[in-house]
């Protein structure tokens, strides 16, 4: 990118030698002869055909019929298909592989409640649940291409779900499980959901917050369910209607582990994927199975730099993008996936930590909220816990301010575990930029580009803008962006592709130091401009916060 760019500030991690040597970026580009991460973004930008595809081959991506052509623009970027022509099921890369394979004996979930109590899975285990499953919500006459919505809290049913409902074909469309009967009814409608899986409730800093009620309520404005199945997660005494509700163990017990997961085209739908709109109802995100599992296979091997065995927690719901984010990314590469559902202060401050010293997770991710809300507790709880295991936090979903990330890294992490801040968003199926581990990362800095992501900063004239704050926009098509909104091709294009011909503007402020560092000031729809600066509610935060 040419220009003058604003004066970078200095570093605040700077990965010693060693890190930079064993990061998975550095390995991903010595293996296609190149020399580091720097080379291999050049060369992924140069060539995404060949960038793509050597993802796909890298991290041995199962498809059962090969794909003919990386890529298929004759629709423009708007529409582009990839990986054409062949056939896969995700499931087969994120299980079967694991579970016919030397891992087969790896935890692939640990979930650990509020109150205490955990659950751990084998990934021969969690494919045998996922068979059962899915061959009994087949006994319904669920179907592929059937949507089939998920309001679960974060645990091992709502795993089991989310890879059952691919396992057939079928669409699955995760909802968070706090949403208020009205807020779900409108997902249910809007993507046409025929079948619903549910808990009867989870446990929220000691009180049962009931799920199956506000169901019921939903369901009356979605006449096109026709199963709900629920599992009794905390045992409630909740209504039920015969013909239509179903016990989760009834229809698992009904099905064999033995069954095959289908094999669907690359461009078959896996998830609806809602996000709220600026105006008007929520916008339902159609990720592929394909596109979805090379991105996110990618993102998670890299940002988060799995190593063999490594164990993954993202505080987040399955309702939210980083619940299949994770879920998916971990699994693709055979890691463990570590769950947790509820409040991050229960008994005391110290539970976050406290899960990292019991599962000894590896990579930790969560958000600038997260963080703001531990701090004032002090970093004494966090020294009080065995955080040896721990390399790396994640960080996505709006801007930090410095004193909250000054704290993380330095107080909580001691310096020598970098903060991955990552951003992108539900429709782009991840993320657009990120730090890396082998990088230098600057405070509050996203880092790079992520690899493959044409991004670029922008003025109202579309021409690239260095030196100020701008518009992120992204100038070419990627695996894993939605293919669409569900039912919806004009509002999809309205709002994404409206602005710049051929250009993707995603509504975020952004910019781009002269290192090439890039940072986000908070969402171009919700900022102000005072005497004639454009202001974030980033930057009000830290006036208020530090």
């Known amino acids: 990118m040419t220009g003058d760019r604003a004066q970078g500030p200095p570093p605040v991690w700077t990965p010693p030698a060693s890190t930079v040597e064993a ?62 022509g062949g056939s896969l099921n995700l499931t087969r890369t994120c299980l079967d592989r694991q579970a016919d394979g030397p891992h087969a004996g790896r935890l692939a979930v640990v979930a650990e409640r509020e109150d205490g109590a955990v659950r751990r899975l084998s990934y021969a285990e969690l494919r045998a649940e996922v068979a059962r499953m899915a061959d009994g919500l087949a006994g319904l006459g669920v179907g592929a291409g059937d949507r089939v919505a998920l309001v679960m809290p974060l645990g091992v049913e709502a795993v089991v779900g989310f890879y059952a409902v691919a396992h057939l074909g079928a669409v699955v469309v995760p909802v968070f499980s706090g949403f208020s009967a009205a807020a779900i009814a409108t997902r249910l409608v809007d993507s046409g959901a025929v079948a619903v899986l ?111 065995g490594d164990a993954l927690l993202w505080y987040t719901d399955m309702g939210w993008i980083m619940g299949p984010w994770v879920t998916v990314g971990t699994h693709a590469n055979a890691g463990t996936l570590v769950l947790y559902d509820g409040a991050p202060d229960v008994p005391d401050p110290g539970r976050l930590w406290k899960l990292v010293e019991r599962h000894r997770i590896a990579f930790l991710g969560v ?66 930029l ?81 290192d090439g560092n890039w940072f986000l000031h908070g969402r171009s729809d919700d900022t102000l401009n005072v005497a004639g600066k454009r202001v974030g509610p980033a930057e009000y935060e830290s006036a208020l916060v530090g």
């Open 434 to 514: 990120s730090a890396d581990v082998s990088l230098p990362i600057p405070e509050c800095s996203l880092g790079r580009p992520a690899l493959g992501m044409a991004v670029d900063v922008v003025g109202p004239d579309g021409q690239p803008v260095r030196g100020d704050v701008g518009e992120l926009v992204c100038r070419a098509p990627w695996p894993g962006m939605t293919r669409g909104l569900w039912g919806d091709p004009e509002r999809y294009l309205a709002s994404y592709w409206s602005r710049f011909p051929d250009v993707w503007v995603h509504g975020d402020w952004a910019s781009v130091d002269e």
């Open 23 to 84: 990061a998975t970026s550095t390995r991903l580009a010595r293996a296609h002869g190149l020399s580091g991460h720097a080379e291999l973004l050049e060369r992924s930008l140069d060539d995404p055909e060949w960038f793509w595809d050597a993802v796909v081959r890298h991290l041995g991506l199962l498809f059962d019929r090969p794909y003919e052509a990386v890529c298929d623009l004759s629709d423009g970027p708007q529409w582009a298909r990839w990986f054409v």
């Open 198 to 308: 549910a808990a009867d409730g989870f446990v929220r800093r000691g009180r049962p917050v009931p799920v199956k009620v506000t169901l019921d309520e939903a369901l009356a404005a979605a006449p096109d369910v026709r199963h709900l199945v629920v599992h009794r997660e905390l045992g409630l005494d909740v209504p039920w209607q015969e013909g239509r509700d179903r016990a989760w163990t009834d229809v698992r017990d009904a099905g064999s582990p033995d069954r095959r997961a289908a094999s669907v085209p690359s461009e078959h739908p896996l998830m609806i994927a809602y996000t709220s709109g600026t105006t008007g109802r929520p916008k339902g995100a159609v990720h592929v199975h394909a596109g979805f599992l090379a991105k996110i296979a990618l993102e998670v091997h890299v940002q988060a730099d799995v190593h063999d």
């Open 367 to 432: 958000s600038p909220t997260l963080v703001r809300a531990l701090q004032p507790a002090g970093a004494g709880w966090a020294a009080a816990a065995d955080l040896s295991s721990l390399r790396a936090f994640g960080s996505t979903g709006e801007p930090w301010n410095p004193a909250p990330y000054r704290w993380l890294l330095d107080e909580v992490g001691g310096g020598s575990r970098p903060i991955v801040n990552l951003s992108g968003g539900t429709e782009v199926g991840a993320c657009f």
